[in-house]
């Protein structure tokens, strides 16, 4: 239960709210840690209550009666910092009128002198791109110097997509005692220069996946087989009628030519990578959150962080480069006890990767889908099914020839068979 941690009534009253009943494995080590004044790095799996192992402990710890930024959380897309900036309000407005907590939110290609303007008061809480936090710092409209807390969410992403700079010029102007809380898939080694830089002795949580996959997700492979990739992507999601369903693609290309492909034979179908412009992006979003598509096309920034309910299935129109992001693609479906369906159009260049994503533990079943109906097939691999054992396999040929075979024939068939063989031996 949430009310061992001794947080504020309001925090617990938006909780019961929220419908968090019990914290989950990274809540449990994280909020008391965060609460202490630890420095964090933290690694846990896609849909784990990463967010809210953080954002708890830090509202708790919020003055309200100063006014000054006392916390700041970076995100590496704009979707994935207004998801945040979203979550804080959920609890936030339950704050009492003498104990009010304030949050911004600040992204690239949104209007930055009506950022500034609002500026003219600093909130308790900022939320926003490394870009853009930075931007604003620079034009001495944000004070980060007063900030004590520093998030750094998806790390491993921000070195990809080279925001550690901006992150690192904003963390240099914070207090020499900064408590900084670092959550990542993974820690790469061209991060650690930059954690060693700012952490001392953080403390380290690595809540380690009972599979690496979510138990609720079925995976299934389905072959091209020279077949129209397009065509048969259609034919499946038809098939499947789903509540919401992601096809996830590798380029914002063959994201583009999929989405008007399938509108074209008549699906309602959403979009989502890099090339939309922020406002495009935001109305995209929202629009996926009133449920206006029953399709999205999606490249790989939607698998990271971005929290999009409702999602039933996920088909990976074909395989990512980094496996890592199969994982994260598949994370999307099967949250919150939920079942999900997770389906991979393959070709025979796959089959490396597949091998690999089985030995991180992914059991995937083999299916076809002709002629509007679906077909178990054997396993992908080549491997046949078990064999019968040899008493099942004399049963049949006796049965072949006899009409009848006598009740507990298969019993006494075992028993002889084992009497011979200890003969042998």
């Known amino acids: 239960m949430f009310e061992r941690f001794s947080f504020h009534p309001f925090i617990i009253e938006a909780l019961h709210h929220l419908k968090f009943h019990k914290p989950t494995p990274i809540q449990e080590r994280v909020i008391p840690a965060v609460l202490r004044g630890e420095s964090v790095i933290g690694q846990s799996q896609t849909g784990t209550g990463k967010t809210h192992a953080y954002l708890l402990p830090i509202i708790e710890r919020i003055d309200p009666h100063v006014e000054e930024v006392q ?19 959920k609890i936030t407005k339950f704050c009492p009128n003498d104990h009010r907590i304030t949050a911004r939110c600040f992204v690239g290609g949104t209007d930055k002198l009506r950022s500034i303007e609002k500026l003219k008061t600093q909130p ?5 791109t490394p870009g853009r936090v930075y931007d604003l710092v620079r034009e001495q409209a944000l004070f980060v110097h007063t900030a004590r807390m520093l998030v750094i969410d998806e790390a491993d992403v921000m070195l990809d997509m080279g925001f550690i700079t901006d992150v690192d010029q904003v963390a240099g102007r914070m207090p020499e005692d900064l408590q900084m809380l670092v959550f990542s898939a993974t820690i790469p080694e061209k991060l650690k220069p930059f954690l060693k830089k700012y952490m001392e002795h953080p403390t380290h949580i690595h809540i380690a ?16 087989r020279h077949r129209d990739r397009l ?13 919401l369903a992601i096809v996830f693609v590798n380029t914002r290309k063959t994201a583009d030519e999929v989405a008007n492909g399938l509108i074209e034979k008549g ?15 935001k109305k995209m979003m929202k629009a996926i959150r009133d449920l206006q598509f029953q399709y999205i096309v999606a490249t790989d920034l939607a698998a990271r962080g971005i929290d999009i309910e409702g999602v039933s299935h996920v088909i990976n129109y074909e395989l990512p480069a980094d496996l890592d992001f199969y994982v994260h693609r598949t994370g ?27 030995k991180k533990g992914i059991h995937f079943l083999h299916r076809d889908f002709r002629h509007g109906e679906w077909i178990e097939l054997d396993a992908w691999n080549g491997r046949k099914k078990e064999k019968k ?4 396999q004399l049963v049949e040929k006796i049965a072949k020839k006899q009409k009848k075979v006598k009740p507990g024939y298969k019993k006494k068939l075992r028993e002889q068979l084992k009497k011979q063989r200890a003969k042998k031996k």
């Open 71 to 89: 916390a700041v959380i970076t995100a590496p897309t704009r979707e994935l910092a207004t998801q945040i900036y979203h979550e804080v309000l």
């Open 124 to 128: 308790h809480i900022v939320i926003g």
């Open 231 to 243: 065509q048969l992507l259609h034919d499946i999601l038809v098939s499947y009628n789903p509540y």
């Open 332 to 358: 999307r479906t099967g949250r919150a006890g939920y079942a999900g369906m997770a389906t991979t159009i393959y070709e025979p260049s796959d089959q490396h990767a597949l091998v690999k994503l089985e």
């Open 267 to 281: 699906l309602k179908v959403g979009v989502l990578h890099g090339d939309l412009t922020p406002r495009e992006r």
């Open 389 to 392: 054992d040899e008493v099942e």
């Open 209 to 224: 996946p009972k599979q690496v996959a979510a138990p609720a997700i079925q995976h299934i492979l389905i072959p091209l």
